[in-house]
T-cell receptor, first 113, second 113 residues
Framework: DVKVTQSSRYLVKRTGEKVFLECVQD?????MFWYRQDPGLGLRLIYF???????EKGDIPEGYSVSREKKERFSLILESASTNQTSMYLC????????????FGEGSWLTVV | KQEVTQIPAALSVPEGENLVLNCSFT??????LQWFRQDPGKGLTSLLL?????REQTSGRLNASLDKSSGRSTLYIAASQPGDSATYLC????????????FGQGTTLQVKP
């Protein structure tokens, strides 16, 4: 069964802290994504990666960076967390081999205080 | 720039009713379209994916159609049940094969017993 796992479901961090959100998929997918979801704004793409060590900016990359050292793992990094980064973060993966059906993790709720 | 719109934003129906959720997109040059379900506080679950060359896809009580020329897709739910209550999102892939999706804002469905 398809699985995208986000390591932390709920986090509370202080302003200025460095925050790591981890995502692992077990489907050998080449594409991985980080979205954030906010009421009234829907899902917005932060970064995506289509191969190991490859990354591309999405629609709202400011204040974020990513790392993809291994195919199965895609990390989102908030270098210096701010209160406007309080949100639900969703990781996803897909493969062009399987027609680009995209699979999501359960989400990580981040609160920055 | 591709924009995806879902109308209505919210819908309440009695159990047993057949219903249609609408999705429209501004650029007909899409790679495919995907429908998702999201329960409160959870990630997204893929329901149906329609390739650009297809007109519809079916899974159980769900049927999704695609009309690229008019920029529209519909999700038909037959014999609705209280367990169908959730937010339904549609998303389109652009013409690339990286799997990047553009999401609509979603329709929140409530099915009353």
């Amino acid at each position: 069964d398809v699985k995208v796992t986000q390591s932390s479901r709920y986090l509370v961090k202080r302003t200025g802290e460095k925050v790591f959100l981890e995502c692992v998929q077990d489907m050998d997918h080449e594409n991985m994504f980080w979205y954030r979801q906010d009421p009234g704004l829907g899902l917005r793409l932060i970064y995506f990666s289509y191969d190991v060590k490859m990354k591309e900016k999405g629609d709202i990359p400011e204040g974020y960076s990513v790392s993809r050292e291994k195919k199965e793992r895609f990390s989102l990094i908030l270098e210096s967390a701010s209160t406007n980064q309080t949100s639900m973060y969703l990781c996803a993966s897909s493969s062009t081999v399987s027609g680009n059906t995209i699979y999501f993790g359960e989400g990580s709720w981040l609160t920055v205080v | 720039k591709q924009e995806v719109t879902q109308i209505p934003a919210a819908l309440s129906v009695p159990e047993g009713e057949n219903l249609v959720l609408n999705c429209s997109f501004t650029d007909s040059a899409i790679y495919n379209l995907q429908w998702f379900r999201q329960d409160p506080g959870k990630g997204l679950t893929s329901l149906l994916l329609i390739q650009s060359s297809q007109r519809e896809q079916t899974s159980g009580r769900l049927n999704a159609s695609l009309d690229k020329s008019s920029g529209r897709s519909t999700l038909y739910i037959a014999a609705s049940q209280p367990g169908d209550s959730a937010t339904y999102l549609c998303a389109v892939h652009g013409s690339s094969n990286t799997g990047k999706l553009i999401f609509g804002q979603g329709t929140t469905l409530q099915v009353k017993p």
